[in-house]
């Protein structure tokens, strides 16, 4: 039989190298068109790459945990007639919990032997294979393999590291946010988003960006919404929200973190954000000092709502309020400047009739 290499494709959005999550298949096994062979981890997502031949696999070129470049070898086939192909070898029989375990245990799953029925792979059989397998002394420490997700966050945080840079911090009186999400329904981020919008609509600098030709002002207001995996931090785009109303930002939020979660998110979700958002108050968090999603000069943290001592009219009062952490690069904005925006976005917080105003 004639055999056909297969190269590690390029996953789009200049993506230069991949991860092997899982084999899906072993050497030796038959393989029918299209039949999904390995999964891949990019610095995007995770995906899994079918077989573009009917055949037996002869030969895998990486073991998983393995960094391939895009372009090199991934499998050899040996190339049967499609009608050739039979069921005998195939995908490792697992339910998807077990697959899943053994991606956690670092197992490849054709490399152990079933004793459910018709030869499926058990946790039982897993949690043994995992056993035999040598574990680092506990003396010596251990080196958790770093993802490829972890990598880019890591090399993306180096680069803001290198920009100059200021947080300045606000508190928000929540009483009218509060009153108006309930209202629509939703949760304080989507309405924090599309106020942000309007607010870039007035003060352009906040959306803009450092070239050292000059200040790039964007004619769109791009929000990269900061979403927290098990594979890391991830920050898509909410594209042209000063198009959207309230709802529709709403559920462009919803559905850009639930793919994030579940591995799904498009490989070109987080490029082009033009201004980013992080939610820290969704995990308890009042204040902190976010750092930039290169190239946005602009990053904003909205911290918890929680009741505040707040002074109303000279009085005391117990208030919903949250803090605002604002960190801009100082190349492209002085602190005068952030200052006059987040005014207008906390008085447009605090005002029910702007809030009104906002396109639902």
């Known amino acids: 039989m004639p055999e056909r290499t297969f190269l590690l494709p390029d996953l789009g959005e200049g993506l230069e190298e991949a991860e092997i999550a899982a084999w899906l298949v072993a050497e030796g096994d038959s393989v029918t068109l299209n039949q999904p062979i390995v999964e891949v981890e990019t610095a995007k997502a995770n995906v899994e790459i079918p077989s573009p031949y009917a055949g037996r696999i002869a030969k895998l070129h990486a073991s998983a945990g393995a960094v391939v470049p895009v372009g090199s070898a991934l499998v050899t086939f040996d190339v049967e007639n499609a009608d050739a192909s039979t069921s005998s070898g195939g995908r490792v029989a697992a339910t998807p919990a077990v697959r899943r375990l053994a991606k956690e245990l670092g197992v490849q799953l054709g490399s152990v032997a079933g004793t459910g029925p018709g030869g499926r792979v058990t946790r039982e059989d897993l949690e043994r294979a995992a056993s035999d397998t040598p574990r680092p002394s506990a003396d010596d420490g251990e080196i958790v393999p770093v993802s490829m997700i972890r990598r880019a966050i890591a090399a993306n945080l180096s680069k803001a590291a290198t920009v100059p840079t200021v947080t300045t911090f606000r508190t928000v009186d929540c009483s009218s946010l509060e009153a108006f999400r309930r209202e629509l329904d939703v949760s304080p981020l989507p309405i924090f988003v599309r106020a942000l919008a309007e607010v870039c609509g007035a003060h352009p600098k906040l959306n803009a960006e450092w070239h050292e030709d000059g200040i790039r002002m964007h004619a769109w207001v791009h929000v990269g919404i900061a979403v927290d995996t098990e594979r890391g931090l991830v920050v898509p785009a909410v594209r042209d929200v000063g198009a959207l109303g309230i709802g529709d930002v709403a559920a462009e939020i919803a559905r850009l973190a639930a793919a994030a979660r579940d591995g799904t998110l498009a490989s070109d979700a987080g490029a082009g954000t033009t201004i980013s958002v992080s939610n820290t108050g969704s ?67 605090q005002d029910p009739e702007r809030l009104r105003g906002l396109p639902r």
């Not at 000069?297 to 952490?325: F, H, M, Q």
């Open 283 to 349: 995990y308890g968090s009042e204040s902190g000092t976010p750092l930039l999603n290169p190239p946005n000069a602009v990053t904003i943290a909205l911290g918890v709502i929680a009741p505040r001592a707040l002074v109303v009219g000279g009085v005391i009062e117990a208030r919903p309020a949250c803090t605002l952490s604002c960190t801009f690069d100082h190349r492209v904005l002085d602190g005068a400047d952030v200052g006059r925006a987040l005014t207008d976005l906390v008085t447009m917080l």
